[in-house]
């Protein structure tokens, strides 16, 4: 029988100290990335053919600019959750799994770093 | 006697000894798309860092996307998005309580499987007619 109450508990957020927040913030991605990469698939389909020039100005606008990051932002997110799941059903070796969880955390916050610099380089580079 | 109870405790059979179902063969591709679009995110970052850097680096990067062996790449990327964004929706409806009854569920694993051909089709059909070939 525990004696803590039942508010003790949640304060606590259970034995990962984080609650549902993994959980949530998979589902937040999720929903924000079903328009965003629904968005991208479409424009890049429509540029199939576009050259650097025309690129560079498409990318450029504000209207693609920002979706743009809110989808850099959201899918390296939501990349590093879902990888976070696989490592922690899959990987049983204690080391091997701290390793590569600190290793695919470290590596989306990098790509995302990259591509958001990419974007705005395109953005306002000149 | 803890230790025994503990040993002898019945575990879940492995994955290699179930027999596969249509639910769970869709649930692992589920989670083996969303490995594969982790790792095409690499895709994501060479092509807009390419951009960035020039005309040149950029030229590099869609020659290599329009070999044969880049289109093969992007046409399995797209056809992974387009699965785990359909399942993924399908999830986000268990999440919120519904669809659980086998027989939706399995209607549903169809519709995403349909549904993720289909887009993928659509997309190809589109991006390959609007740069002419």
Known sequence: MSLRSPLARVRGLGSAKEGVQHWWMQRLTAVALVPLSLWFVAAIVCHAGAGHAQMRAWIAAPTVAIPMLLLIVATFHHAQLGLQVVIEDYVHHEGVKVASLIAVKFLAVVLAAISVFAVLKLAFGG | ?133
């Open chain 2, 1 to 133: 006697m803890a230790r025994e109870a503990t040993d002898n405790r019945p575990l879940s059979p492995h994955l290699q000894i179930y027999k596969p179902e249509y639910t769970s063969v869709l649930s692992i591709t589920h989670r083996a798309t969303g490995v594969a679009l982790a790792l095409g995110t690499l895709l994501l970052v060479w092509w807009l860092l390419a951009a960035a850097m020039g005309a040149d680096a950029y030229a590099t990067v869609q020659a290599c996307l329009r070999s044969w062996f880049g289109r093969l790449l992007l046409f399995g990327w797209s056809w992974a998005l387009f699965y785990h964004l359909a399942n993924g929706i399908r999830h986000l409806f268990w999440d919120a309580g519904y669809g659980f009854e086998l027989a939706t569920a399995q209607k549903s694993g169809w519709a995403v499987v349909i549904a993720a051909a289909a887009l993928t089709i659509v997309a190809w059909v589109v991006g390959l007619t609007a740069r002419g070939g």
